[in-house]
C-alpha cells in the first residue's frame, strides 16, 4: 500500500535551518507531483509546498517563499524540504503526500516530523 515515512524534524533556533525527507513507496513516484504538508493543533493542515513530476515546476506558500526549497530524487522515491530562515510560525508536523489538490490524497497520512522553532 501507498506509504510515506517523513524524517529529519527537531528542535532548532529561529533562524536556523533544517532539511526534511520523506520517502514514499507503494506507487510509481516519478509520476506524481509531490507536496509538503504542515498542520498545527487547531488548524487545518496547510500545503507548504509542491513539486510536479520532473520537478521542473515548484510552488510555495506566500508565508515560506523565498525560505523553503522542495526538491525530489525519483530515484530514490523521495521528496525534501530544506528549510532556511526558520521562525517559531513554522513550528508544526510536517507530512508529505501527492499535491491532490481537490481529490482525496493518494496516500493515509504517515506519522510526520515535528519542526519546532524556539524564539
Known amino acids: 500500500q501507498v506509504q510515506f515515512v517523513e524524517s529529519g524534524g527537531r528542535l532548532v533556533q529561529s533562524g536556523g535551518s533544517l532539511r526534511l525527507s520523506c520517502t514514499a513507496s507503494g506507487f510509481t513516484f516519478s509520476v506524481y507531483a509531490m507536496a509538503w504538508y504542515r498542520r498545527t493543533p487547531g488548524k487545518e493542515r496547510e500545503l507548504v509546498a509542491s513539486i510536479t513530476a520532473t520537478g521542473g515546476t515548484l510552488n510555495y506558500a506566500d508565508s515560506v517563499k523565498g525560505r523553503f526549497t522542495i526538491s525530489r530524487d525519483n530515484v530514490k522515491n523521495t521528496v525534501y524540504l530544506q528549510m532556511n530562515s526558520l521562525k517559531p510560525e513554522d513550528t508544526a508536523v510536517y507530512y508529505c503526500?501527492?499535491?491532490?489538490?481537490?481529490?482525496?490524497?493518494?496516500?493515509?497520512w504517515g506519522q510526520g516530523t515535528q519542526v519546532t522553532v524556539s524564539s
Open positions: 503526500n501527492d499535491d491532490y489538490g481537490d481529490y482525496p490524497p493518494l496516500g493515509s
